[in-house]
């Protein structure tokens, strides 16, 4: 089995303190404070609406915080440090952070004109100038580890939601990422085809990825998760092993929460 | 429901061949009469008649057209045409590109500079500015871009002014399609892309421009059919030798001057059919990953028609 725990491993793999952000005057993150072990699977649960989201987004850049520090791996994102100031990146630097994040949407996110084979390959082959054949060798072993190499020559529109996001998967993977994030990835698609992307999920957990997991698979995060936090209105307010706080919820608004869910 | 339905059952009437048994019997019914359709059908072809007639009658030289189809000035025309078509909407194309970028930056000059480029070269007729393209050394005997130095009569040659006047006003169409089609492509494949690592110019290279191409090559083909016509305006104000400027040449020697219309006519619609043939293949090969299954093209459907010998299928 693949290893995939990466990083330097001396720090936290993510560490927000009192991170805020805000979108015009609706104030979403009202300072997160949290941390990520490497090899943890890290499970954010909450509401709609309570910033699970967007926090996923603030740690790859796709949004910007307005407050706080947020680091990956022991390095600000967004930001460098040389004595008290910090500078911007550029977004050239931006762009070369999130080569070692992997990113997987609600939506999947395919890209349409592409083959399945073709979505894998892009990034490799475009960011890091990898060769076409040895992408191509990779991405292969990549969607056979998702249940996929079969359909490597199909479109996405040729693909059920599930095989969609298995694909979406193993082209996050196929930049060998530090962490992976996970946003919503089993809810647009059909009850049945959920199975399918949590088993691919469970093996990269196994493996020692180091994920986070925004999710409404209760079952999941129990199962496979190492944390869980539960997040509502732009706070965390629980935080704790899955099964203690999925049990044995101590705040009135979280027993509020699981009591709708589970 | 009706009576024709109740005739169905397995008791056919006597008589009938026992195949027909499993398959219900057609239905007999007197079918709606559609005056309407017939009076309006006899209308219309007995207005396109006197239409053929009149034109049959009129004091024109038919027999002068086909003369003349592949004179060699004609043919001359023709290919100029063509060339300042492709060219003229190459330089659209590009630059408007370039325009619809900028207009999408977040950079508030370049994206109003583009704003101002539009209005201007979209709120002045074609023909205005061709005439000023070709007029130029009025204002600037000497043209001077450093590199190049040269009197302005030189440079601005009637295919010069074709191309400018002709492309760059092409381009500020072409770069509100190409804006169209980019703001057409969902928000979270950029994400995806900028996920990924890829910088600004790969996620516009390599997935938004393709996906944009797919609502961008249907009206480009409608501006590139519109050129092949507008260019015929060069003749008159850049003094191009293109299609209409050969065949009113013949028509003032020869004295044929509606036959030869007629021919420069028949020329431009040979050239937009020919051309709308390219579109259909383009606008299939950007379709790729849209539809589980791409329709075959016409050729396609004769081949596989004429292998089976079956009727071609109705189409949907």
Not at chain 2, 201 to 208: A, D, I, P, T, W
Request: glycine residues 8%; aromatic residues 8%; contains cysteine.
């Amino acid at each position: 089995m693949t290893d995939f725990s990466k990083g330097t491993g001396a720090h936290p793999m993510v560490k927000a303190e009192a991170v805020h952000k805000h979108f015009g005057l609706a104030h979403i993150l009202k300072g997160i404070d949290l941390e990520v072990a490497p090899r943890e699977v890290f499970c954010l649960i909450g509401p709609s609406g309570s910033g699970k989201s967007t926090f996923l987004r603030c740690i790859n850049h796709l949004e910007k915080i307005s407050g706080g520090r947020l680091s990956v791996d022991g390095e600000l994102v967004g930001y460098r440090q040389k004595g008290d100031k910090l500078y911007e990146l550029k977004d050239r630097e931006v762009a070369a952070k999130r080569r070692d994040i992997g990113m997987v949407f609600q939506r999947f996110n395919l890209f349409p004109h592409m083959t399945a084979i073709e979505n894998v390959i892009e990034a490799p082959v475009r960011v890091k100038k990898e060769a076409k054949a040895v992408a191509r060798e990779r991405a292969l072993a990549l969607l056979d580890r998702v249940g996929l190499r079969d359909k490597a020559g199909h479109y996405p529109a040729q693909l059920s939601g599930g095989q969609q996001q298995r694909v979406a998967i193993a082209r996050a993977l196929a930049m060998e990422p530090k962490l992976m994030l996970f946003d919503e990835p089993t809810s647009a698609l059909d009850p049945e085809l959920v199975g399918d992307v949590l088993d691919v999920m469970r093996g990269l957990a196994e493996d020692g990825m180091t994920m986070i997991v925004v999710t409404h698979e209760m079952g999941f995060a129990r199962e496979v998760g190492d944390a869980l936090v539960f997040m509502d209105d732009g706070v965390v307010v629980e935080t704790g092993h899955p099964r203690d706080v999925l049990t044995d919820p101590q705040h009135d608004r979280t027993k509020a929460f699981l009591s709708k869910v589970l | 429901m009706s009576e024709a339905n109740d005739k169905v059952p397995a008791g056919t009437p006597a008589g009938t061949p026992p195949a027909a048994a499993s398959r219900p019997e057609a239905i007999k019914a007197i079918p709606v009469r559609h005056y309407g359709r017939w009076i309006s059908a006899i209308l219309v072809l007995a207005v396109l008649g006197l239409l053929v007639n009149a034109f049959a009658n009129a004091n024109v030289n038919y027999g002068a057209i086909p003369d003349f189809l592949f004179d060699s000035t004609v043919l001359k025309g023709l290919r100029n045409t063509v060339v300042i078509t492709v060219v003229s909407m190459a330089l659209g194309l590009g630059l408007g590109i370039v325009l619809a970028v900028m207009r999408l930056s977040k950079n508030p000059v370049t994206s109003s500079v583009a704003w101002g480029y539009i209005w201007f070269f979209r709120g002045t007729p074609v023909y205005v500015q061709l005439l000023i393209w070709f007029n130029l050394a009025l204002i600037f005997p000497v043209i001077n871009l450093g590199f190049y130095k040269d009197e302005m009569n030189q440079f601005m040659t009637p295919f010069m002014a074709a191309l400018l006047g002709l492309g760059l006003n092409e381009a500020a169409y072409m770069s509100e399609i190409v804006r169209a089609g980019i703001q057409s492509v969902d928000e979270g494949q950029t994400e995806a892309s900028h996920a990924l690592g890829m910088t600004q110019g790969q996620n516009l290279r390599r997935v938004v421009l393709p996906q944009a191409m797919r609502v961008i090559v249907p009206p480009t083909g409608n501006e590139f059919i519109n050129m092949l016509k507008t260019s015929s305006l060069a003749a008159q104000a850049a003094q191009y030798a293109e299609l209409l400027r050969s065949t009113t040449d013949i028509g003032n020697t020869t004295g044929a001057t509606v036959e030869m219309l007629f021919l420069a006519a028949v020329w431009y619609l040979v050239l937009t059919s020919v051309f709308s043939v390219g579109q259909y293949y383009l606008e299939r090969r950007y379709a790729r990953g849209t539809t589980r299954n791409l329709p075959p093209t016409p050729w396609q459907r004769i081949k596989q028609n004429l292998g089976t010998f079956r009727r071609p299928e109705v189409a949907r």
